[in-house]
């Protein structure tokens, strides 16, 4: 028995002709479905990428008890087991998230693997003077950014593309073991994730007429671009797709040439997708986690019942994936697996679940049945309790600090943590679902997600679910009390929600906070965080309206922002009645006050 999974990183379903798209030129994801089955109602789990990872390899949701961090001591990994039974795992892979604080327990449960550079702002080429960059659309300009420029220097041809590179291993692979038995290869790349830099061949299938500032990468905020500028960005995309896509024909032809359809599984995944200019958002985790970014596509064959060309209507999630390699092979799923294997659900369509959950840490906690959609935010304002559960206290590139640590305490274990007791840490969240409130959509009326319901019953019915689902995954209690749900008795109007907060749903759509609202000088939200904090009565000024968020992964990220652009881009956080308050309380700053 042999598998091979190829997963691209932020891959919209939106733009794949199998789903819809007939404008985007991806003849091999045409190819794809007509050899597999193509899954209708796949969703994600936690978001974004190492929490969609932890998922790949524990086969249980990650986003109710921690955020993005690596994998933990007690956690079960799909390729470690795979191994412990003498399957040989091999994974070929330029996702740079893999090697940064937060991502570097994944790769080392493979038996081998391959890494190659160079994908967004990875530190990859050193170079001392700054690189030249074109004038561009971007407002976080911050140390990956220069070093994307740096990198690109190096990938000025296709074939040293870390994409590329990736594929060449992975197909390295299979011409070395493919008479050999029992081994998984996994073969990810990065792409199409942002920023979408591909070459002239691939752009050339969607000739227009932009010669506006380069965009390329667009700042996870509101859209505040030209049509113009929005329409380039989403062909950009759509060009590294293509070439995503010319990736794949590679493996679907080495399966060809290799005769691999008899004997060898072939999932091909992603882990989540992205708004580009939907619901007038660039990016993903700051709005609620909308249809572009978390319904997924999925691409399945299965040499033993040997489906092709036949779609599958049967919900299924991430969760589902890594139960799906261990039953192929023969062993057995941990109780502590929340997904199930996919072997029947592929061959006709058995449904496997009744709902599907979604999100990220302090973010929307979702549900699906499929057709309806429940985000339910935060019962208050503050996004509170929020709390880390962790033995691996890692952000995304770098440690918890001390002071996030220092309110640590050690408390009892969860059912899935193999009586092992955890530090609870206090949690921040990069944005507050409270702002855009409860949302209830019906994808089979309104499949863009333009008109939230207001139907109590529907509600009730959808809350049931989603608190099911919270019990069944021993979810931490603060998240009920966070949620404004019920941790043990049933679920009642009560504790309804979208009613009642449709006026922050409908104020989340007006316009962002403009420049020109607001007063300007040496200490005022036009200015850099990180040049207020030198300034002992700036930050006195900040640590009043949000300290918390200063000393958490926020005020690490977005040290070089100004306080308009992190409102821009975090939604919530600093509402304009905040922002105002911010604003006037900088003014009264005597400037020629000693420093």
């Known amino acids: 028995m042999k598998a091979i999974m190829v997963m691209f990183d932020t891959l919209n379903r939106r733009f794949l002709p199998p789903y819809g798209a007939d404008w985007i030129h991806a003849p091999n994801f045409r190819r794809?479905?007509?050899?597999?089955?193509?899954?209708?109602?796949?969703?994600?789990?936690?978001?974004?990428?190492?929490?969609?990872?932890?998922?790949?390899?524990?086969?249980?949701?990650?986003?109710?008890?921690?955020?993005?961090?690596?994998?933990?001591?007690?956690d079960d990994s799909v390729p470690e087991l795979l191994g412990e039974h003498g399957i040989y795992t091999h994974l070929a892979t330029d996702h740079p998230h893999y090697w940064e604080?937060?991502?570097?327990?994944?790769?080392?449960?493979?038996?081998?693997?391959?890494?190659?550079?160079?994908?967004?702002?990875?530190p990859w080429k050193g170079q001392v003077a700054d690189p030249e960059i074109p004038d561009a659309i971007r407002g976080r300009r911050d140390g990956a950014w220069r070093q994307d420029w740096v990198n690109r220097q190096h990938l000025t041809d296709e074939a040293d593309h870390p994409q590329t590179r990736t594929f060449d291993a992975g197909l390295e692979f299979l011409r070395t073991n493919h008479t050999a038995d029992d081994w998984f290869l996994q073969i990810e790349t990065f792409d199409p994730h942002e920023p979408f830099f591909s070459y002239d061949r691939h752009k050339r299938h969607y000739p227009h007429g932009y010669d506006g500032p380069h965009f390329d990468w667009p700042d996870y905020k509101r859209v505040q671009e030209t049509k113009e500028q929005t329409e380039h960005a989403r062909l950009e995309y759509a060009a590294l797709l293509t070439m995503c896509d010319q990736s794949l024909g590679r493996v679907l032809d080495a399966m060809d040439e290799l005769a691999l359809w008899d004997d060898t599984l072939l999932i091909v995944n992603t882990d989540h997708g992205l708004l580009l200019g939907e619901h007038d958002w660039w990016g993903k985790g700051v709005p609620p986690w909308y249809d572009e970014t978390i319904h997924t596509p999925l691409f399945v064959w299965d040499p033993r019942s040997r489906i092709q060309g036949e779609r599958r209507q049967a919900l299924v999630q991430t969760i589902d994936i890594g139960p799906t390699l261990l039953e192929y092979f023969g062993v057995d799923r941990t109780p502590d697996m929340q997904g199930e294997p996919l072997r029947r659900t592929v061959a006709d369509d058995t449904p496997i679940r009744e709902a599907a959950l979604f999100g990220g840490f302090g973010g929307h906690v979702s549900v699906t049945d499929g057709r309806y959609v429940y985000m339910r935010a935060c019962a208050n304002p503050h996004n509170q309790p929020l709390y880390e559960h962790t033995l691996m206290p890692t952000h995304m590139r770098g440690r918890f600090t001390p002071a996030e640590l220092k309110d640590a305490e050690l408390v009892p274990p969860f059912s899935f943590t193999k009586d092992v007791p955890l530090l609870k840490v206090p949690g921040h969240a990069l944005t507050n679902p409270h702002t855009f409130g409860?949302?209830?959509?019906?994808?089979?009326?309104?499949?863009?997600?333009?008109?939230?319901?207001?139907?109590?019953?529907?509600?009730?019915?959808?809350?049931?679910?989603?608190?099911?689902?919270?019990?069944?995954?021993?979810?931490?209690?603060?998240?009920?009390?966070?949620?404004?749900?019920?941790?043990?008795?049933?679920?009642?109007?009560?504790?309804?929600?979208?009613?009642?907060?449709?006026?922050?749903?409908?104020?989340?759509?007006?316009?962002?906070?403009?420049?020109?609202?607001?007063?300007?000088?040496?200490?005022?939200?036009?200015?850099?965080?990180?040049?207020?904090?030198?300034?002992?009565?700036?930050?006195?000024?900040?640590?009043?309206?949000?300290?918390?968020?200063?000393?958490?992964?926020?005020?690490?990220?977005?040290?070089?922002?100004?306080?308009?652009?992190?409102?821009?881009?975090?939604?919530?956080?600093?509402p304009a009645d905040r922002l105002h308050a911010i604003a006037n309380r900088l003014a009264e700053i005597d400037t020629a006050a000693p420093r």
């Open 438 to 574: 409860t949302l209830l959509f019906d994808l089979h009326t309104d499949p863009g997600q333009e008109h939230p319901l207001l139907d109590d019953d529907l509600e009730l019915r959808m809350a049931t679910l989603l608190t099911e689902q919270l019990r069944a995954a021993d979810a931490p209690l603060e998240q009920y009390e966070r949620l404004g749900l019920p941790a043990t008795d049933p679920v009642t109007p009560v504790h309804l929600l979208a009613r009642a907060q449709k006026p922050q749903a409908d104020a989340a759509l007006q316009p962002p906070p403009r420049p020109e609202d607001f007063p300007t000088g040496p200490f005022s939200v036009h200015v850099p965080l990180r040049d207020l904090l030198t300034h002992p009565e700036a930050e006195a000024v900040l640590r009043t309206h949000f300290a918390a968020l200063l000393d958490g992964p926020l005020g690490q990220r977005a040290v070089n922002l100004s306080l308009l652009q992190i409102a821009t881009l975090v939604s919530g956080l600093l």
């Open 32 to 74: 794809l479905a007509e050899r597999t089955a193509t899954f209708d109602t796949c969703y994600a789990g936690s978001m974004p990428c190492m929490p969609a990872r932890r998922e790949l390899h524990t086969g249980r949701y990650n986003f109710l008890h921690r955020s993005w961090g690596p994998l933990e001591p007690f």
């Open 101 to 122: 604080d937060g991502g570097a327990t994944y790769h080392g449960r493979f038996r081998s693997f391959e890494f190659f550079r160079g994908q967004e702002g990875d």
